[in-house]
Protein backbone atom coordinates (compact mmCIF):
# COMPACT_ATOMS: atom_id res chain seq x y z
CA UNK A 1 0.00 0.00 0.00
CA UNK A 2 2.74 2.24 1.01
CA UNK A 3 6.35 2.05 1.61
CA UNK A 4 5.83 2.62 5.83
CA UNK A 5 6.01 -0.47 6.87
CA UNK A 6 3.16 -1.67 8.48
CA UNK A 7 2.51 -1.89 12.34
CA UNK A 8 2.21 -5.49 13.16
CA UNK A 9 1.62 -7.16 15.64
CA UNK A 10 4.44 -8.32 18.63
CA UNK A 11 4.93 -8.92 21.94
CA UNK A 12 3.08 -10.06 25.43
CA UNK A 13 -0.86 -9.10 24.85
CA UNK A 14 -3.84 -9.42 26.70
CA UNK A 15 -6.24 -12.63 26.85
CA UNK A 16 -2.82 -14.16 25.94
CA UNK A 17 -3.51 -13.62 22.41
CA UNK A 18 -2.53 -15.43 19.13
CA UNK A 19 -0.84 -13.28 16.33
CA UNK A 20 -3.12 -10.25 14.86
CA UNK A 21 -3.89 -12.27 11.51
CA UNK A 22 -5.50 -14.93 13.13
CA UNK A 23 -8.63 -12.94 13.64
CA UNK A 24 -11.34 -12.99 15.63
CA UNK A 25 -9.79 -15.60 18.35
CA UNK A 26 -12.19 -17.09 21.07
CA UNK A 27 -10.57 -15.79 24.27
CA UNK A 28 -13.06 -18.33 26.16
CA UNK A 29 -15.40 -15.99 27.23
CA UNK A 30 -18.73 -16.47 25.46
CA UNK A 31 -18.96 -12.49 24.53
CA UNK A 32 -15.50 -11.43 23.88
CA UNK A 33 -13.23 -12.55 20.89
CA UNK A 34 -10.19 -10.35 20.21
CA UNK A 35 -9.82 -9.22 16.62
CA UNK A 36 -5.84 -7.94 16.71
CA UNK A 37 -3.10 -7.23 18.59
CA UNK A 38 -0.28 -4.68 18.19
CA UNK A 39 3.02 -3.73 19.26
CA UNK A 40 1.93 -0.05 20.21
CA UNK A 41 -0.61 1.20 22.31
CA UNK A 42 -3.98 1.85 21.18
CA UNK A 43 -6.97 4.21 21.98
CA UNK A 44 -9.44 4.84 19.19
CA UNK A 45 -11.42 2.98 16.50
CA UNK A 46 -14.13 3.60 14.40
CA UNK A 47 -15.93 0.98 11.84
CA UNK A 48 -16.84 2.78 8.73
CA UNK A 49 -20.19 1.17 6.35
CA UNK A 50 -18.03 -0.80 4.18
CA UNK A 51 -16.76 -2.84 7.50
CA UNK A 52 -13.49 -1.28 7.17
CA UNK A 53 -11.76 -0.49 10.87
CA UNK A 54 -9.83 2.25 11.32
CA UNK A 55 -7.37 2.57 14.67
CA UNK A 56 -5.37 5.11 16.50
CA UNK A 57 -2.58 5.16 18.02
CA UNK A 58 -1.51 8.33 20.32
CA UNK A 59 1.98 9.43 21.24
CA UNK A 60 1.89 8.92 24.48
CA UNK A 61 4.88 7.28 25.55
CA UNK A 62 6.66 6.71 22.02
CA UNK A 63 6.82 8.38 18.69
CA UNK A 64 4.77 5.65 17.69
CA UNK A 65 5.43 4.95 13.61
CA UNK A 66 2.03 4.94 12.81
CA UNK A 67 -0.81 6.90 14.48
CA UNK A 68 -3.87 6.54 12.20
CA UNK A 69 -4.24 3.26 10.38
CA UNK A 70 -6.32 1.02 8.62
CA UNK A 71 -6.47 -2.12 9.94
CA UNK A 72 -5.65 -5.31 6.70
CA UNK A 73 -6.97 -8.57 6.42
CA UNK A 74 -3.72 -10.02 8.02
CA UNK A 75 -4.02 -7.93 10.69
CA UNK A 76 -1.40 -5.53 10.20
CA UNK A 77 -2.05 -1.69 10.63
CA UNK A 78 -1.22 0.48 7.02
CA UNK A 79 -1.08 4.39 7.13
CA UNK A 80 -4.24 6.10 7.07
CA UNK A 81 -4.76 8.37 4.70
CA UNK A 82 -0.93 8.26 3.93
CA UNK A 83 2.26 8.34 4.69
CA UNK A 84 2.51 11.98 4.73
CA UNK A 85 0.14 12.62 7.35
CA UNK A 86 1.56 9.70 9.47
CA UNK A 87 5.43 10.99 9.39
CA UNK A 88 5.14 13.61 12.02
CA UNK A 89 8.07 12.64 14.65
CA UNK A 90 8.37 14.34 17.98
CA UNK A 91 12.25 14.40 17.64
CA UNK A 92 11.78 16.36 14.19
CA UNK A 93 9.14 18.89 15.20
CA UNK A 94 10.69 21.67 14.18
CA UNK A 95 10.89 20.39 10.37
CA UNK A 96 7.13 19.47 9.98
CA UNK A 97 4.39 21.40 9.88
CA UNK A 98 1.47 20.35 12.55
CA UNK A 99 -1.64 21.49 10.91
CA UNK A 100 -1.20 18.75 8.24
CA UNK A 101 0.38 15.81 10.34
CA UNK A 102 -0.48 13.44 12.78
CA UNK A 103 0.90 14.81 16.35
CA UNK A 104 -1.06 12.49 18.85
CA UNK A 105 -4.08 11.60 16.91
CA UNK A 106 -6.33 10.44 20.17
CA UNK A 107 -10.01 9.69 19.07
CA UNK A 108 -11.93 8.70 15.85
CA UNK A 109 -15.43 8.47 14.69
CA UNK A 110 -17.17 7.15 10.96
CA UNK A 111 -20.33 9.61 10.80
CA UNK A 112 -23.73 8.49 8.90
CA UNK A 113 -22.40 11.02 5.75
CA UNK A 114 -19.63 8.60 4.62
CA UNK A 115 -16.41 10.36 6.54
CA UNK A 116 -13.95 9.39 9.36
CA UNK A 117 -13.28 11.59 11.57
CA UNK A 118 -9.91 12.14 13.74
CA UNK A 119 -9.38 14.35 16.70
CA UNK A 120 -5.87 15.38 17.58
CA UNK A 121 -4.81 17.54 20.53
CA UNK A 122 -1.41 17.77 19.65
CA UNK A 123 -0.02 16.81 23.20
CA UNK A 124 2.54 14.31 22.73
CA UNK A 125 2.48 12.27 26.05
CA UNK A 126 -0.56 14.39 26.76
CA UNK A 127 1.84 16.90 28.17
CA UNK A 128 2.84 20.01 26.26
CA UNK A 129 0.30 21.19 23.16
CA UNK A 130 2.20 21.76 20.09
CA UNK A 131 1.38 25.21 18.59
CA UNK A 132 -1.14 24.76 15.78
CA UNK A 133 -1.16 20.60 16.17
CA UNK A 134 -5.34 20.31 17.70
CA UNK A 135 -7.04 20.18 15.11
CA UNK A 136 -10.44 17.79 13.92
CA UNK A 137 -9.91 16.19 10.71
CA UNK A 138 -12.51 15.26 8.15
CA UNK A 139 -11.66 12.03 5.43
CA UNK A 140 -13.95 11.29 2.87
CA UNK A 141 -14.14 7.37 2.88
CA UNK A 142 -15.02 7.05 -0.61
CA UNK A 143 -11.84 9.10 -2.11
CA UNK A 144 -9.66 8.47 1.05
CA UNK A 145 -8.75 12.20 1.16
CA UNK A 146 -8.52 14.77 3.89
CA UNK A 147 -11.25 17.25 2.82
CA UNK A 148 -11.51 19.56 5.89
CA UNK A 149 -9.39 20.53 8.77
CA UNK A 150 -10.55 22.21 11.84
CA UNK A 151 -8.02 23.64 13.85
CA UNK A 152 -7.99 24.54 17.67
CA UNK A 153 -6.61 27.81 18.94
CA UNK A 154 -5.76 28.43 22.44
CA UNK A 155 -9.47 29.62 23.60
CA UNK A 156 -10.05 25.75 22.72
CA UNK A 157 -7.35 23.94 23.18
CA UNK A 158 -5.23 25.87 25.90
CA UNK A 159 -1.71 24.69 27.59
CA UNK A 160 -2.90 21.60 29.84
CA UNK A 161 -5.59 20.90 27.49
CA UNK A 162 -6.19 17.30 25.69
CA UNK A 163 -9.15 16.99 23.78
CA UNK A 164 -9.89 13.25 24.54
CA UNK A 165 -13.46 12.42 22.10
CA UNK A 166 -15.90 12.98 20.20
CA UNK A 167 -19.26 12.38 18.90
CA UNK A 168 -21.10 13.58 15.49
CA UNK A 169 -24.58 14.63 15.21
CA UNK A 170 -26.93 12.68 13.40
CA UNK A 171 -27.33 14.85 10.33
CA UNK A 172 -23.54 15.59 10.32
CA UNK A 173 -23.62 19.20 11.29
CA UNK A 174 -22.36 19.32 15.19
CA UNK A 175 -19.50 17.88 16.65
CA UNK A 176 -18.78 16.99 20.23
CA UNK A 177 -15.78 16.52 22.51
CA UNK A 178 -14.66 16.35 25.97
CA UNK A 179 -10.95 17.76 27.32
CA UNK A 180 -9.85 15.43 29.34
CA UNK A 181 -6.91 17.92 30.76
CA UNK A 182 -5.83 19.76 33.77
CA UNK A 183 -9.19 21.85 33.70
CA UNK A 184 -11.79 19.65 31.95
CA UNK A 185 -14.30 20.84 30.03
CA UNK A 186 -16.40 20.26 26.87
CA UNK A 187 -16.71 21.66 23.18
CA UNK A 188 -18.83 21.80 20.35
CA UNK A 189 -18.06 22.58 16.88
CA UNK A 190 -20.23 23.69 13.89
CA UNK A 191 -18.92 21.08 11.39
CA UNK A 192 -19.65 23.60 8.52
CA UNK A 193 -18.19 26.84 9.65
CA UNK A 194 -15.49 25.48 11.57
CA UNK A 195 -16.05 27.35 14.52
CA UNK A 196 -15.88 25.52 18.04
CA UNK A 197 -16.35 26.74 21.41
CA UNK A 198 -15.21 25.42 25.17
CA UNK A 199 -17.74 25.59 27.76
CA UNK A 200 -18.96 23.82 31.13
CA UNK A 201 -15.00 24.56 31.58
CA UNK A 202 -14.11 23.81 35.44
CA UNK A 203 -17.69 22.90 35.64
CA UNK A 204 -17.75 19.75 38.94
CA UNK A 205 -19.44 17.65 36.02
CA UNK A 206 -16.18 18.05 33.87
CA UNK A 207 -13.84 17.30 36.38
CA UNK A 208 -11.81 15.30 38.07
CA UNK A 209 -13.37 14.11 41.21
CA UNK A 210 -10.62 14.99 44.32
CA UNK A 211 -12.36 11.90 46.66
CA UNK A 212 -11.76 9.39 43.70
CA UNK A 213 -8.47 7.44 43.34
CA UNK A 214 -8.41 5.02 40.29
CA UNK A 215 -7.33 1.42 41.56
CA UNK A 216 -5.17 -1.50 39.09
CA UNK A 217 -5.12 -5.16 40.21
CA UNK A 218 -6.75 -3.74 43.61
CA UNK A 219 -4.01 -1.24 44.01
CA UNK A 220 -3.83 2.58 43.68
CA UNK A 221 -2.56 3.62 40.67
CA UNK A 222 -0.12 6.01 40.83
CA UNK A 223 3.30 6.88 39.25
CA UNK A 224 6.49 6.93 41.09
CA UNK A 225 6.04 10.69 42.27
CA UNK A 226 2.68 9.76 43.40
CA UNK A 227 0.47 11.04 41.01
CA UNK A 228 -2.77 8.84 39.96
CA UNK A 229 -5.03 8.93 37.35
CA UNK A 230 -5.67 12.44 35.99
CA UNK A 231 -8.35 12.57 33.41
CA UNK A 232 -11.25 14.50 33.79
CA UNK A 233 -14.31 14.72 31.11
CA UNK A 234 -13.62 11.79 28.90
CA UNK A 235 -16.18 9.64 27.92
CA UNK A 236 -18.88 10.94 25.62
CA UNK A 237 -21.64 9.53 24.34
CA UNK A 238 -24.47 10.80 22.13
CA UNK A 239 -28.33 9.45 22.06
CA UNK A 240 -29.34 8.10 18.77
CA UNK A 241 -31.35 10.95 17.93
CA UNK A 242 -28.71 13.11 19.01
CA UNK A 243 -30.99 14.85 21.54
CA UNK A 244 -28.97 14.27 24.88
CA UNK A 245 -24.88 14.46 25.17
CA UNK A 246 -23.47 12.46 28.37
CA UNK A 247 -20.26 12.68 29.49
CA UNK A 248 -17.83 11.34 32.19
CA UNK A 249 -14.67 11.97 34.28
CA UNK A 250 -11.93 9.10 34.44
CA UNK A 251 -11.43 10.10 37.44
CA UNK A 252 -14.96 10.14 38.94
CA UNK A 253 -17.96 7.91 39.56
CA UNK A 254 -20.91 9.99 37.93
CA UNK A 255 -22.47 10.13 34.67
CA UNK A 256 -23.75 13.24 33.29
CA UNK A 257 -25.94 14.42 30.42
CA UNK A 258 -27.17 17.45 28.59
CA UNK A 259 -29.88 17.96 26.28
CA UNK A 260 -27.98 19.19 23.13
CA UNK A 261 -30.41 22.01 21.79
CA UNK A 262 -28.49 24.12 24.43
CA UNK A 263 -24.78 23.43 23.46
CA UNK A 264 -25.70 24.77 20.17
CA UNK A 265 -27.54 27.59 20.76
CA UNK A 266 -24.48 30.25 21.01
CA UNK A 267 -26.04 32.93 23.07
CA UNK A 268 -26.10 30.71 25.87
CA UNK A 269 -23.80 30.97 28.29
CA UNK A 270 -21.95 28.78 30.59
CA UNK A 271 -24.82 29.50 33.92
CA UNK A 272 -27.27 28.66 31.50
CA UNK A 273 -25.69 25.18 30.26
CA UNK A 274 -24.50 24.57 33.82
CA UNK A 275 -27.62 24.81 35.59
CA UNK A 276 -29.42 22.17 32.39
CA UNK A 277 -26.47 19.21 33.41
CA UNK A 278 -28.50 16.31 35.00
CA UNK A 279 -26.91 13.45 36.67
CA UNK A 280 -27.54 9.95 35.36
CA UNK A 281 -25.50 7.55 37.07
CA UNK A 282 -23.09 6.79 39.61
CA UNK A 283 -20.95 3.83 39.26
CA UNK A 284 -17.39 4.42 39.05
CA UNK A 285 -14.25 5.16 37.28
CA UNK A 286 -15.02 4.84 33.62
CA UNK A 287 -12.80 5.41 30.55
CA UNK A 288 -15.37 4.73 27.19
CA UNK A 289 -19.31 5.24 26.53
CA UNK A 290 -20.97 4.37 23.78
CA UNK A 291 -25.13 4.65 23.10
CA UNK A 292 -25.65 1.24 20.20
CA UNK A 293 -28.47 1.43 17.88
CA UNK A 294 -30.70 -0.09 20.83
CA UNK A 295 -30.61 2.53 22.92
CA UNK A 296 -28.22 1.13 25.44
CA UNK A 297 -25.63 2.65 26.83
CA UNK A 298 -22.02 0.44 27.01
CA UNK A 299 -19.53 1.43 29.76
CA UNK A 300 -15.66 0.83 30.49
CA UNK A 301 -15.71 -0.01 34.22
CA UNK A 302 -11.64 0.00 33.96
CA UNK A 303 -11.22 -0.85 37.53
CA UNK A 304 -13.49 -3.96 37.37
CA UNK A 305 -11.39 -5.34 34.12
CA UNK A 306 -15.46 -4.71 32.98
CA UNK A 307 -17.75 -3.79 30.17
CA UNK A 308 -20.93 -2.96 31.79
CA UNK A 309 -24.50 -1.92 30.38
CA UNK A 310 -27.12 0.61 31.39
CA UNK A 311 -30.89 0.58 29.96
CA UNK A 312 -31.56 3.60 31.65
CA UNK A 313 -32.91 1.93 34.55
CA UNK A 314 -30.85 -0.82 35.46
CA UNK A 315 -26.68 -1.53 35.32
CA UNK A 316 -25.46 -5.09 34.35
CA UNK A 317 -22.07 -6.39 33.86
CA UNK A 318 -21.92 -7.83 30.15
CA UNK A 319 -17.76 -8.99 30.61
CA UNK A 320 -15.37 -9.67 33.35
CA UNK A 321 -12.60 -10.92 31.98
CA UNK A 322 -8.77 -10.08 34.52
CA UNK A 323 -7.26 -9.90 31.02
CA UNK A 324 -8.94 -6.56 29.96
CA UNK A 325 -6.49 -4.38 31.24
CA UNK A 326 -7.74 -1.30 30.59
CA UNK A 327 -10.99 -0.91 28.33
CA UNK A 328 -11.06 2.00 26.52
CA UNK A 329 -13.19 2.60 23.27
CA UNK A 330 -15.87 1.42 21.69
CA UNK A 331 -17.34 1.66 17.88
CA UNK A 332 -20.12 0.01 16.56
CA UNK A 333 -19.92 -2.32 13.20
CA UNK A 334 -22.28 -2.21 10.30
CA UNK A 335 -24.48 -5.30 11.68
CA UNK A 336 -24.21 -3.73 15.14
CA UNK A 337 -21.30 -5.47 16.35
CA UNK A 338 -19.66 -3.66 19.31
CA UNK A 339 -15.81 -3.39 18.97
CA UNK A 340 -13.75 -2.52 21.83
CA UNK A 341 -9.71 -1.53 22.73
CA UNK A 342 -8.04 -2.25 25.23
CA UNK A 343 -5.17 0.55 25.29
CA UNK A 344 -3.66 -1.30 28.90
CA UNK A 345 -2.90 2.18 30.78
CA UNK A 346 -1.75 0.45 33.62
CA UNK A 347 0.85 -1.41 32.00
CA UNK A 348 2.66 1.69 30.90
CA UNK A 349 6.09 3.17 31.73
CA UNK A 350 4.43 5.92 33.64
CA UNK A 351 3.35 3.34 36.53
CA UNK A 352 5.30 0.27 36.16
CA UNK A 353 8.88 1.99 35.38
CA UNK A 354 11.60 0.11 33.52
CA UNK A 355 8.86 -0.94 31.31
CA UNK A 356 9.33 -0.48 27.15
CA UNK A 357 8.23 2.66 25.49
CA UNK A 358 5.90 0.57 23.54
CA UNK A 359 2.92 -0.78 25.27
CA UNK A 360 1.70 -3.38 23.71
CA UNK A 361 -2.34 -3.42 22.87
CA UNK A 362 -5.51 -4.92 21.32
CA UNK A 363 -8.93 -4.83 19.62
CA UNK A 364 -12.02 -7.10 20.59
CA UNK A 365 -15.10 -7.45 19.57
CA UNK A 366 -18.24 -8.03 22.29
Not at 64 to 89: C, E, F, K, M
Request: aromatic share 8%; charged share 25%.
Amino acid sequence: MTETQPQTNAGTVPLEAAPAHEAAKDTGHPRLRQIAAFEHQVTGVAVAGDGRIFLNFPRWTEDAPISVGVLTSDGSVQPYPDNAWNSWRNAKRDELSPNDHWVCAQAMLCDRQGNLWVLDPGAPAQSFVVPDAPKLVRIDLSTNKVVQIIAFGPDVAPQGSYLNDIRVTPDGRYGFITESGVKGALVVVDLQSGQARRFLDGHYSTQMDVNVVVHADGKPLRRPDGRGVEFSADGIALSRDGQYLYWQAVKGRTLYRIHTDLLIDASLDDERLAAAVEKQLEHGPADGLHIDRNGKLYITAVEEHAVKVWDGKHLETLIREPGLRWPDTFAEGPDGSIYLTDSRIPDMPWFKPGQPAAVPSSLLMI
